[in-house]
């Protein structure tokens, strides 16, 4: 079992910067990808960034040059960086952990950007 415990959300301007941290606990050794995904009111829930136990990143095009994915292996916790934040990225943000091919999920932090 992975447990993940997000914080960092909040309300921001538009173009205005935030950062999620995540911090896994558990059976962490058998993580292979952690990530953030993002679920808006009335859409379905969508990938943003994930990091992969190599060091691999991807991002959803929508996403890339402002979010910045990383993680601290030493503390075990995944963050995005967020810059030039845009009122479409209002969401509530889950972190995401994979380990034996399954998919463990935080509570979600709301992010709220105003134009």
């Known amino acids: 079992q992975v447990q993940l415990v997000e914080s960092g959300g909040g309300l921001v301007q538009a173009g205005g910067s935030l950062r999620l941290s995540c911090a896994a606990s558990g059976t962490i050794f058998n993580i292979n990808a952690m990530g953030w995904y993002r679920q808006a009111p009335g859409k379905q829930r969508e990938s943003v960034a994930r990091?992969?136990?190599?060091?691999?990143?991807n991002y959803a095009d929508s996403v890339k040059g402002r979010f910045t994915i990383s993680r601290d292996n030493a503390e075990n916790t995944v963050y995005l960086q967020m810059n030039s934040l845009k009122p479409e990225d209002t969401a509530v943000y889950y972190c995401?952990?994979?380990?034996?091919?399954?998919?463990?999920w935080g509570q979600g932090t709301q992010v709220t950007v105003s134009s």
């Open positions: 995401n952990a994979v380990a034996n091919f399954h998919n463990y």
């Open positions: 990091v992969f136990s190599g060091g691999s990143t």
